[in-house]
């Protein structure tokens, strides 16, 4: 692996840290989304200086060409992420149907409390 390399693999995984902790700071992302990137540049970072472990773990694991593994933990990263996006995704419809049933409970019970005072009205005239 050459300097340039080394350098730049650093300093992806550090910007992808600061800005996940920016957007953390600013309260544009919550922190159990944040968690899976958080994770994921941490580990990012980790291999970035010490380019050994990722080799190691490969040749540990049978995989032949440590970039694969990078790959396949990275698609293990999105997928956790996805779940768990899915998962959320499915409370908040479901959240989402009771509050529009709701409300049409309450328009409609609205609606029949001014029907019934507009007729009062017009029978005491």
């Known amino acids: 692996m050459n300097v340039t390399t080394y350098v730049f693999g650093i300093v992806s995984a550090f910007l992808v840290l600061v800005v996940v902790f920016d957007l953390l700071r600013r309260r544009r992302v919550r922190e159990r989304h944040a968690l899976w990137w958080i994770v994921a540049g941490v580990v990012a970072l980790v291999v970035a200086v010490f380019p050994g472990l990722l080799t190691g773990t490969a040749s540990l694991l049978g995989v032949t060409v440590p970039t694969n593994l ?49 007729q009062r009205t017009d029978d005491s005239r």
């Open 70 to 118: 990078g790959f396949f933990l990275s698609t293990i990263v999105l997928f956790l992420v996805s779940v768990q996006h899915s998962a959320e995704l499915t409370v908040l419809e479901e959240k989402s149907r009771t509050l529009a049933e709701h409300s049409a409970l309450q328009d409609e019970r609205i609606s029949r409390l001014e029907s019934s005072a507009f």
